[in-house]
C-alpha cells in the first residue's frame, strides 16, 4: 500500500516556474514507477510524465517535453515535477501516481489527492 500527498501548487505568471513533490509512506516506494498527470476543467486526465524506480529512465508527453522534468529521491519517498515556461493551457489540478505501466493512466493503482497549479495570462 502506498499513500501519495502533491503539494507545491499554486499561482504563478505565464513564463513562470513551479516545483511539484509527491511525498510517498510506504517502504515499498522504490519499487514503484511513479507519474504525474494533471486533468483541466472539463478535460480527461492526462498523462505528462513518468519514471522508472530507479529513476534511470523517464518519458514525457509531447505537450511538456523540454520544459517538465520529472525526477525522484528514493531516500526521501518523494517525486518531483519541475515546470518551467508555464503556460495558461497548463492550469489544471496535477497528481501524482504509483505502480503503473508509463503513460497508460489505467495502470496506475495509487493516487493523490491533487494540487492546483494556476498559470496566469
Known amino acids: 500500500q502506498v499513500q501519495l500527498v502533491e503539494s507545491g501548487g499554486g499561482l504563478v505568471q505565464a513564463g513562470g516556474s513551479l516545483r511539484l513533490s509527491c511525498a510517498a509512506s510506504?517502504?515499498?516506494?522504490?519499487?514503484?514507477?511513479m507519474g504525474w498527470f494533471r486533468q483541466a476543467p472539463g478535460k480527461e486526465r492526462e498523462f505528462l510524465a513518468t519514471?522508472?524506480?530507479?529513476?534511470?529512465?523517464?518519458y514525457y508527453a509531447d505537450s511538456v517535453k523540454g520544459r517538465f522534468t520529472i525526477s525522484r529521491d528514493n531516500a526521501k519517498n518523494t517525486v518531483y515535477l519541475q515546470m518551467n515556461k508555464l503556460k495558461p493551457e497548463d492550469t489544471a489540478v496535477y497528481y501524482c501516481?504509483?505502480?503503473?505501466?508509463?503513460?497508460?493512466?489505467?495502470?496506475?493503482?495509487?493516487w493523490g489527492q491533487g494540487t492546483q497549479v494556476t498559470v496566469s495570462s
Open positions: 510506504g517502504r515499498t516506494f522504490s519499487s514503484y514507477a
Open positions: 501516481a504509483a505502480g503503473g505501466d508509463g503513460p497508460l493512466i489505467e495502470t496506475y493503482h495509487y
Open positions: 519514471i522508472d524506480w530507479w529513476g534511470g529512465s523517464t
